[in-house]
């Protein structure tokens, strides 16, 4: 009798004791866009629609009155700035992506929009009630409030100890290795990329902005996907390639400054999700879109590979991944919220656009678990995320610039006399440049005004030398090329 009473119970408990979401963190890639090959890159209709499609499917699990998983206390017709933190480099393709997805998490509101006059004469909005979020950009992100926290945002663009660890890649035999086993592969498809890669670009060094350009191509240009040379098994080998290429850039389980993108990505989830909990829920909801080597670099970081070697792979457009704060405990509301203790951290993710492909939980850090404790999840992510600047330029091995006044000592090290000797017109060493454009492809997340600075200048120097740089003078030219992009 009394274990039927407690069975009952049990039964009854996922009832009464529902979970409730407090709040979530949001790293998204940008949709369907140009190729990098052909700058400027832009976002294209597809891809504009593959974002929205997925502001409105995260509306519908989070936001409206209907959601399925509702977030506490978040507005559901109406955006609320202060709810919501969007952060977003200044780079055409992620701001507009950015501003597509929030279209669908708030669409216009309509006759919500409407206000009545002191004359008693009704205003709807333009556009329907279009409902503006302010999105931050890495530009403004140094000027505004936060000033100091945003200062590390950069992430590997200029981090001198990745620089060198991602131009290791280039020597280690595995590349040498895949470069030569490859040559035939790449030469042979000259009828469908000469015009943009000649014969000495047709390599693996290139396997990124291949695969890219004859992506973009598939999905876009009629007489590509009908070319014989592109069959089934060499678009799946261009993939791959190019999937192998970019994780080792972005990740190095031995040389794990390489994924400086992730590390500080990481911290930005851990700051921001604890913000949500010590203010109450203030503001519960935070996106962040940014370049596919970040989610490659958090994945190798967060262990994420050993779970599936799918996460090796560049992730599809419109991906997104997901930390949702959840808890159990009963009664939650804007007198009491539940203490850290009683919250729980789970980690999702869809392979291209919500809409249409499945958010499907994963372990985070080999725990075995989709559901992890906050304290612990706090701890894992503190092991590897770069927070502050002090922790950046230490990490990095820099001392001048933004570093100058966080370490203890500028002399620059023997090291950097080297291989700075020779330096070209914006005061970049050559040799460190090409790696710094790779990077910039790679990893860039958000700026100081002073790295900005010292990127646009280097994105305008790599756009006007694209055609040089994709003849092969550079050492990872290609990918400089395509640092517009950043994406
Ligand atoms: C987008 O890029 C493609 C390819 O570079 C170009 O043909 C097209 O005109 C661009 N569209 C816009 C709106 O800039
Ligand atoms: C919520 O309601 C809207 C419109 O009323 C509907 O389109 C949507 O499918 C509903 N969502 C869920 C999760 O039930
Ligand atoms: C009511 O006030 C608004 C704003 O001052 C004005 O534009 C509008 O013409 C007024 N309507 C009438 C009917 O007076
Ligand atoms: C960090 O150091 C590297 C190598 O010395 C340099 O290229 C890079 O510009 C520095 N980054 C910053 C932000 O100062
Ligand atoms: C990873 O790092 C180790 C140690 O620095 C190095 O030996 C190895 O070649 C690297 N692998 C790649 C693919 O860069
Ligand atoms: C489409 O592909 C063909 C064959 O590779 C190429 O010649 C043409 O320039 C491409 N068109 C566009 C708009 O990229
Ligand atoms: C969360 O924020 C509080 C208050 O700023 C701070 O004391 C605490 O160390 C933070 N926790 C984590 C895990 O970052
Ligand atoms: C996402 O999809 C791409 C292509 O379909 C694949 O290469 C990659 O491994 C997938 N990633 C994950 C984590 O499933
Ligand atoms: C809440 O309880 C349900 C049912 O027991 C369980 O499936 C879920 O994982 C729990 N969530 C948390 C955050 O503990």
Known sequence: MELKTLLLSLAALPLTRAETVLGVYIFHRHGDRSAKSLPPVN???????????????????????NASAPIHGLSTDIAVPSQLSVLSPSDAVLQSSSIA????????????????????????????????????????ASTSTNAESSEWLQGGSGCG??????????QSAEYVSTLDSTKSFYSNLSPVIGGVFGSSQATFKNAYTIFDYLNVGRIHNATIPSSDLLTSETVFQLRTLADNHEWNLAYNESDTIRAVAGATLAAQILQQLNSTLTGKGATPVSIQFGAYASFMSFFGLAQLHKVSADFTGVVDYASSIVFELVTNATAVSSTSYPAAADVSVRFLMANGTAAQNPLTAYPLFGQGEVLLPWTTFASEMGKFAIGDTG??????????????????????????????????????????????????TLVVILGVEGLVYALVGLKLVKKSTLASALAGTGAVGSNGAAAGAKA
């Open 391 to 440: 922790a950046w330029c230490q990490a990095c091995g820099n001392t001048t610039g933004v570093c100058a006044s966080s370490s203890p000592s500028t002399s620059g090290s023997s090291d950097d006399s080297g291989s700075a000797a020779s330096t070209s017109g914006n005061g970049i060493s050559l040799p460190v440049a090409g790696v710094i454009g790779a990077l910039v």
């Open 101 to 140: 997805f929030l279209q669908g998490v708030y669409p216009p509101a309509g006759s919500l929009s409407v206000s009545t006059l002191a004359n008693s004469s009704e205003v709807e909005a333009p556009l329907g009630g279009y409902q503006y979020v302010p999105v931050t950009s890495s530009t403004t």
């Open 161 to 170: 100890n990745a620089v060198v660890s991602s131009n290791n890649y280039f």
């Open 43 to 65: 976002l294209t209709s597809l891809g504009a629609d593959q974002v929205f499609q997925s502001g409105n499917f995260y509306r519908e699990r989070y936001v409206s009155s």
